[in-house]
């Protein structure tokens, strides 16, 4: 068989560079929340914060139905909140109970589910301890963090069962209370 030089491939030409698109600044301070375009239509699981809002508009116009107060929601320009009617009737069921989880957690108003704590006097004395090393100017690292989880732990008696393995809760313990690492 004879060789050939010719390429076999046509040449391609090189792709683009991917234009970033900008995202807009969020204040800090505000929960997140689930609103869409008005045209998204589809449900979506509420935060917290979504759902106080809807009580809120809910209680101030007590003589709307729960049709109505789902349109309203459904059609606002600014970001509507997609849910049906049923869950608005579960959801008013649940309003005590949703409303007594604001202050539960730090982030309680940007979250979709309840954050569950299996000892909240061991998180409540680790946060008091962070407290008091940012007071004297320390810094607090991941190990550190382990380690005095484990000696709560102890001293709170805490049984093998309900002990916390490993460090997968120590990310979003660190995200929910605004905790820098420093390692």
């Known amino acids: 068989m004879p060789q050939t030089t010719e390429k076999t491939q046509k040449p391609r030409p090189k792709p683009a560079p991917y234009a970033h ?3 807009k600044a969020r204040v800090k301070d505000t929960p997140r929340t689930s609103s869409k375009p008005a045209a998204a239509g589809r449900h979506e699981n509420l935060t ?3 759902w106080i ?3 809120k508009f809910k209680y101030s116009h007590p003589l709307l139905s729960q049709g109505d107060v789902v349109t309203h929601f459904k059609n606002k320009k600014d970001g509507a909140l997609c849910f ?3 869950t608005l009737s ?3 069921k649940q309003c005590h109970e949703l409303e007594g ?3 539960s957690h730090p982030n ?3 979250s979709k589910q309840m954050q569950v704590v299996t000892r909240p006097d061991v998180e409540h004395a680790l946060i008091l301890w962070i407290h008091h090393m940012e007071a004297k100017g320390g810094t607090v690292s991941g190990p550190m963090l382990l380690e005095k ?3 709560y732990e102890e001293i709170l008696k805490v049984p093998d069962n309900e002990c916390l393995p490993g460090d997968g809760w120590l990310a979003p313990f660190c995200k929910a209370y605004k905790i820098k690492e420093y390692c």
């Open 21 to 23: 698109k900008e995202k």
């Open 84 to 86: 049906d009617q049923s």
């Open 53 to 55: 809002s809807v009580f």
């Open 90 to 92: 579960c959801k008013i």
């Open 48 to 50: 917290l914060a979504d």
């Open 149 to 151: 989880c484990k000696r």
């Open 101 to 103: 989880r604001v202050n």
């Open 108 to 110: 309680a108003l940007s």
